[in-house]
Nanobody, 115 residues
């Protein structure tokens, strides 16, 4: 049974930082591309960052220079370090594992940026 469990969300002031974690089980983690998506109220889910099985990364323009995605294959965990947070980063953040037609999602973790 595949599980992706996110943690690390919460309330933070503008300019602050958070680190999200996503622990995977039930998949051969090393061969999956891992991504973070987010969905704000009334908006479509968007890809925030992705890290391939080979370690290449890509980011949506709005977070470049502020967010960093990384993975620890020994811990089967992917991280999203979020710095200089803005109110527009407020959303539910979802972890995603993808390989070919296989795709799995976590339950999401709320990030709220507010003063």
């Amino acid at each position: 049974q595949v599980q992706l469990v996110e943690s690390g969300g919460g309330l933070v002031q503008p300019g602050g930082s958070l680190r999200l974690s996503c622990a995977a089980s039930g998949i051969f983690f090393t061969i999956y591309n891992m991504g973070w998506y987010r969905q704000a109220p009334g908006k479509q889910r968007e890809l925030v960052a992705v890290i391939t099985s080979g370690g290449s990364t890509n980011y949506v323009d709005s977070v470049k220079g502020r967010f960093t995605i990384s993975r620890d294959n020994t811990k089967k965990t992917v991280y999203l370090q979020m710095n200089s947070l803005k109110q527009e980063d407020t959303a539910v953040y979802y972890c995603n594992a993808a390989r070919g037609l296989d795709e799995f999602w976590g339950q999401g973790t709320q990030v709220t940026v507010s003063s």
